[in-house]
């Protein structure tokens, strides 16, 4: 089944990994893929302790795209669109009960991937697969796809204070 988890407020991530340690703690198989994301975040230095979830790799760090500069944005569009076409092929060559691609609409809103690549993919995946993706903004034709679908909306957030993202919170 295909699981969107989506909006502008905070918990859409967070959602996602409550599904991977759930599915990893039943013995299921997990691969999590990150887009726009960078390795150093607390969950994926806790997630690469359980058996059963696989990490795509991701840059080091990596800028929100509102402040890269259009060479950034080049080499990172590169670097989402290797890393969703190297998880596209493991997803579908090797054995995973759950795929997680947080972060794609965020990719696809951001021009670093395609939308017809992604509904293309979505509608070969194995019935097997369990599909879970996350981001701001989906497309309609992604939202039609969808079995479960929450919309997580900000009421207020510290960002809007000014106040900047916190190590162990938000990252």
């Not at 990150?34 to 997630?47: A, C, I, S, V």
């Not at 579908?92 to 293309?120: C, G, H, N, R």
């Not at 599909?131 to 957030?157: C, E, F, Q, W």
């Amino acid at each position: 089944m295909l699981h969107i988890y989506y909006g502008d407020g905070k918990g859409k991530t967070t959602a996602a990994i409550g599904a991977a340690v759930r599915a990893a703690g039943q013995g299921l198989h997990v691969l999590l893929v990150q887009f726009l994301k960078g390795e150093n975040t607390g969950e994926r230095h806790t997630l690469a302790q359980i058996e059963n979830i696989t990490l795509m790799p991701c840059p080091l760090e990596i800028d929100f795209t509102f402040d890269m500069t259009e060479a950034q944005k080049a080499q990172t569009s590169k670097i989402v669109k290797e890393l969703f076409e190297r998880s596209v092929k493991i997803s579908l060559t090797e054995k995973y009960d759950v795929l997680i691609f947080d972060e794609v609409f965020s990719a696809l809103q951001a021009k670093m991937l395609v939308q017809s690549e992604l509904i293309a993919f979505l509608a070969e995946a194995p019935n097997s697969l369990e599909i879970v993706l996350t981001g701001h903004n989906p497309p309609d034709a992604v939202l039609a796809m969808g079995d479960y679908i929450s919309r997580i909306r900000k009421i207020r957030h510290p960002y809007d204070k000014g106040i900047a993202a916190r190590k162990g919170i938000e990252f």
